[in-house]
């Protein structure tokens, strides 16, 4: 009997686990990837020059100027897409530059306890001390406004749970057996860390990583949209809409910078609920037996 092309059975899609199959994994996917894609090529996309101010000032959107333009003349679709190449990376840089710092130190402190344990968790209980967005308006408007001391400030109030969680699970993996076959093996500490640790904390960090997106991006707009971020004529998204607070009649001049972060923090929550039901296996479990 002839073996037929799995592919043309819809092979591909069953090999995917049963997390990723749901319509929220889907769409947190879709959206997730147009974002990246419009960020790389917003050059080739972009309709008009987003500095440019040639256009119809406040004009509705419609033919040529599909998302309207703002009290200057400039298209707000093309600052739209130009303003995925600012906020998206500096969002993941941050989020990375989080998980790398409070990763490392909340992995030491779990790892060699005492002093060092107590030392970096007084210092993550004192930025817990403070509310997250005060805080960080703090540290933005004594570093001066400016988009990377906006993205420092983040930082500051963003590494903390990586640290706390990443000391949680290293608490729990490091009196296992196979931690302590390699100590009894002449195993280094970095080694022992990164071989026999690393690899059993590193899920629910990347799902708090994951679910932390949203909340970066939504706290680096913030910044802007108060002012302490990016500064004119910048194309990002806090900034545009604290802009259209000046011309609230021309309700289009907020709301599209509004929906493309509304939707970046949709996809990425929707990500990171997907891949927390796929890396726990009761929950996993429970999602295939309720597709079954």
């Known amino acids: 009997m002839r073996r037929r092309d799995p592919l043309a059975r819809g092979g591909l899609l069953r090999r995917l686990p049963q997390a990723w199959r749901q319509p929220l994994a889907v769409t947190g996917a879709v959206l997730a990837v147009a974002w990246l894609v419009i960020a790389l090529v917003a050059p080739v996309l972009a309709p008009h020059d987003p500095l440019a101010q040639d256009l119809p000032r406040l004009a509705a ?33 941050l989020v990375a530059l989080s998980v790398l710092i409070g990763g490392l130190l909340g992995a030491c402190a779990g790892y060699f306890g005492r002093w060092v344990d107590e030392t970096i968790m007084r210092v993550a209980d004192l930025v817990f001390a403070f509310p997250t967005v005060i805080l960080a308006m703090v540290v933005a408007a004594a570093l001066g406004a400016s988009l990377t001391n906006a993205v420092l400030a983040v930082l500051v109030v963003a590494w903390p ?38 690899p059993n904390v590193t899920g629910p960090v990347l799902v708090l990583a994951t679910l932390d997106i949203g909340t970066a991006l939504l706290l680096l707009s913030g910044l802007s949209f108060l002012g302490l971020g990016a500064k004119p004529p910048s194309p990002e998204w806090g900034a545009m809409v ?30 990171g609920d997907t891949l927390r039901d796929a890396l726990d296996p009761r929950t996993a479990r429970a999602i295939k037996e309720r597709a079954l």
């Open 161 to 198: 749970a990586y640290a706390r969680v990443t000391r949680g699970l290293v608490l729990g993996v490091r009196e296992r057996e196979f931690v302590l076959s390699g100590r009894l093996l002449g195993f280094s500490v970095w080694r022992s860390l990164r071989v026999d640790v690393l």
């Open 242 to 271: 604290a802009s259209g607070v000046e011309v609230f009649d021309s309700w289009w001049v907020a709301t599209f910078p509004g929906l493309a972060i509304l939707t970046v923090v949709l996809a990425f929550n929707f990500l």
């Open 61 to 93: 959107p419609g033919p040529g100027h599909w998302f309207g333009t703002d009290q200057l003349g400039r298209d707000i679709l093309s600052r739209v897409m130009y303003g995925a190449r600012v906020s998206i990376p500096l969002t993941l840089l």
